[in-house]
């Protein structure tokens, strides 16, 4: 059964401040992996998504990196805003036998303040 | 281009009682899975419907059932209620079938209080 463990469960850094958080799984045959942010009361917002052939994936002052072999992936936010406070879940999937991904599995997530 | 829509966004209902929640898919996509999260937690799969059929189901009992319309869009249905089922319910869809996968899309959810 796939596990995905995050950490640190929560972080709360000075505005400005670079970032990394981790994430691993236990089945290192994965589909893609998965970025969310989550708002408090709200749904998921996909940040970055990495198929399992690439290593990372950017996107602004986003980037997540992806080790199949060790089953690790790091997200790193460069030069964090206040804006950017939110919990981040990282997802799982394996491919599915019938074909394309399997339903996601999910870490509990990183609680991110950051201070103004 | 809409993206997914659920309703309704927020729910109350008594033990015992059954409850129904919709989903429209993003545009152009052709699967919906089902998630339930408690709070303070990561998502729990439920099911994932394609074809109007259940492709894939998780760790979920059967009072949790789903269906899937011709048009793509989806219920979840859950049958005698308990406290333990207050969870914020996300519907993310997919395209199946495709070279590359791109993703899922999620809704805003629904979150259902049951007392």
């Known amino acids: 059964k796939q596990e995905v463990t995050q950490i640190p469960a929560a972080l709360s850094v000075p505005e400005g401040e670079n970032l990394v958080l981790n994430c691993s799984f236990t089945d290192s045959a994965i589909y893609n992996l998965q970025w969310f942010r989550q708002d408090p009361g709200k749904g998921l917002t996909s940040l970055l998504l990495?198929?399992?052939?690439?290593r990372e994936q950017t996107s602004g002052r986003l980037n997540a990196s992806l080790d199949k072999s060790s089953g690790r992936s790091t997200l790193y936010i460069a030069a964090s805003q206040p804006g950017d406070s939110a919990t981040y879940l990282c997802?799982?999937?394996?491919?599915?036998?019938?074909?394309?991904?399997?339903?996601?599995?999910f870490g509990k997530g990183t609680h991110l303040i950051i201070q103004p | 281009d809409a993206g997914v829509t659920q309703s309704p966004t927020h729910l109350i209902k008594t033990r015992g009682q059954q409850v129904t929640l919709r989903c429209s898919p993003k545009s152009g996509h052709d699967t919906v899975s089902w998630y339930q999260q408690a709070l303070g937690q990561g998502p729990q799969f439920i099911f994932q419907?394609?074809?109007?059929?259940?492709?894939q189901r998780g760790n979920f009992p059967d009072r949790f059932s789903g269906h899937q319309f011709p048009n793509y869009s989806s219920e979840l249905n859950v049958n005698a209620l308990l406290l333990g089922d207050s969870a914020l319910y996300l519907c993310?869809?997919?395209?199946?079938?495709?070279?590359?996968?791109?993703?899922?899309?999620f809704g805003s959810g629904t979150r259902l209080t049951v007392v």
């Open positions: 990495i198929q399992s052939s690439q």
């Open positions: 419907y394609y074809e109007e059929e259940e492709r």
């Open positions: 997802a799982v999937s394996l491919k599915y036998s019938g074909g394309g991904a399997d339903g996601l599995t």
């Open positions: 993310a869809s997919s395209l199946l079938g495709q070279t590359s996968f791109y993703g899922y899309t």
